[in-house]
């Protein structure tokens, strides 16, 4: 994913890149509990355009990634499509103040500066796979549903409610009335 920085102009230059599951395995954050598997491989646009040394680029990912539901268990993919924009000024003979930065701008020609929109580059060619995980990182779900609705399993045999209701009881609370009128009811009669 290589945005060659000779080529840019003042006109937006407009690039796709398409990156499957092998990308993404061998690009995996390390967190242990992100999908491993794509059900969809991700499309990567991007408009690209320099103004002035100034490199402005905008994105757009769209993919899905296979997660399990966190209410029904159910394996489904995860539709993700996630906008970006980044402006880049040339780091010169500047040099980032954290390490990771350092690394970055030699590893992928650019690095990002504390907020995510901006950063620096250096030399003539840019890697943009650190960018793109990031993004799509900073997309996924913390709490995964199959669809906002989903119903879930019952808590008592188990059942995917999804496919309707499964029969159980469902233990309600008791309201204070009929609380009253048991007490009424269990009043001793004939006390009198
Ligand atoms: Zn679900
Ligand atoms: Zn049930």
Not at 32 to 42: A, I, K, N, V, Y
Not at 87 to 98: C, F, N, Q, T
């Amino acid at each position: 994913m290589k945005i060659l920085v000779d080529r840019l102009s003042a006109t937006p230059t407009a690039l796709r890149f398409e990156a499957g599951s092998g990308w993404w395995q061998q690009h995996l954050p390390p967190r242990g509990d992100l999908p491993r598997e794509l059900s969809q491989p991700f499309g990567i646009a991007i408009s690209a355009h320099l103004m002035g040394e100034d490199l402005y680029l905008e994105g757009e990912i769209e993919g899905a990634l296979e997660f399990e539901c966190s209410r029904c268990l159910a394996r489904y993919g995860h539709r993700l499509r996630e906008a970006f924009r980044l402006v880049l000024e040339p780091a010169g003979s500047r040099i980032p103040a954290d390490p990771e930065a350092v690394a970055a701008l030699d590893r992928d020609g650019l690095c990002l500066g504390d907020e995510f929109e901006t950063g620096w580059y250096r030399g003539g060619e840019i890697r943009l796979d650190s960018v793109c995980l990031e993004v799509i990182s900073l997309a996924l779900p913390v709490k995964p549903l199959c669809r906002e609705d989903c119903a879930g399993l019952c808590a008592q045999c188990g059942a995917d409610l999804n496919g309707g209701a499964c029969g159980c009881k469902e233990a309600r609370p008791q309201s204070p009335f009929d609380v009253l009128a048991a007490l009424r009811g269990g009043e001793p009669k004939g006390a009198h």
